[in-house]
């Protein structure tokens, strides 16, 4: 049947073709022999004369995208639609200026009389493509980001899905590869998986994954430190995103703790006993003094001196007199109750703190000497110092010391630190001028 008596037999497909916003064409063989105005507007052509009896591959470039020759791409894209009555693809069709768009192309078979025909219909989808391409782009942005991220990430959707993380962290949580070969694995899959393993301590299993199931559907911003069974020390931030779901970044702060405990160390403990030194005293001493305020109890402040310690030093150098001091050290701190203070002042003198003694004012002058005098029978014990080399021991050192100590009591803010300082240092050296390993109290002046 002639072209022009479908036409007249079939109106109202005419009546569609040519009000379509598409480019519409019609195929007969392997040609062109009719086609919409949409079609001309769309390839910047004059007229339709310039598009009929000519191969679909004649308005494309001379390869696709995909690197296959235009024309024996269209051929095997019409063969295919014939057998199936219906194609769809993308094409990349050339402009009358030379430019190319991509289209979704459509071929649709349809019968008149005995005559086989394809209904072409073009959708101009650069601005799609445009799009995809920027997400895809985006996407490979994020996901290098992701990987590289110097912490672990996770990122769940609304249905609290896995929708992203980055390598760092299943290394980081030490979740195994069979935990994520799950199609769709989700946050609970994760949480009954570390519940398992015992990752958030003791408890009914099925209770521990709830909640935390529960508060992850109202999740909310935090950040947390965790330390996990291994005794990683992680920094956890949550952020929700605006269409449901949230991410979260994990940063191992395990070395930075140390760190930093290294330098609170050095900044408030001796190198050497690791007891307080002055810097840390001052502050226990500022806090004792306010409890005493507000229990209205005595507190006790002891300074202590080795006698006979610089001939240690003398007669066998300064690693020996070291050994004394630690050992020293050691048996002061087991003379007192948790709640007190020993601290290392300087050179061989330390400092006792007591707190929370007595309203009393005598009875706490008597637990303050009861304590002084277990310290002066602990530290008048013999010495035998260990010098070591390589973990062996060389030599051993048998030494006698003996402690001078002054006491002062002090309640309140009656006196500042300084003064309670120098009312203990004042009485030790009385302790001294009475011929050493002795205690003596600060008498203060009325």
Known sequence: MPLSAFETDQSWFK?????????????DGNRFVKCNEAAVRALGYSGQAELLNVHPSRLSPAVQADGENSYAKAERMMAIARERGLHR?????????????????TLSIIVVG??????????DITQRKGIEEKLVRQNDVLSAIIENFPGAISLFDADLRLAAHNKQFRQLMELPDSLFARPDLNFEDIIRYNVGRGEYGPGDPEQQTVAIVDRARNFKPHTIERVRPNGTVLDIRGMPLPGGGFVTIYIDITERNRMEEQVRQLAFYDALTSLPNRRLLNDRLSQTMAASKRSACYGALMFLDLDNF????????????DLLLVEAADRLKSCIREMDTVARFGGDEFVVMLSELSPDKALSTGQAELVAEKIRLRLSQPYLLEIRRDGNIEATVEHHCTV??????????EASQDEILKWADAAMYQAKEAGRNAIRFYAQKT
């Open 404 to 413: 001078s100590i002054g006491v002062t009591l002090f309640m309140n803010h």
């Open 114 to 123: 005995d005559r086989q025909l394809i209904y072409c219909i073009w959708h």
């Open 89 to 105: 693809f993308e094409w990349t069709h050339c402009k009358a200026d030379g430019t190319n768009f991509i289209a979704e192309v």
């Open 310 to 321: 610089k001939p240690l030093n003398d007669t066998h150098g300064h690693v020996v007199g």
């Open 15 to 27: 009546q569609l073709f040519e009000s379509s916003p598409d480019p519409a064409w019609i195929i």
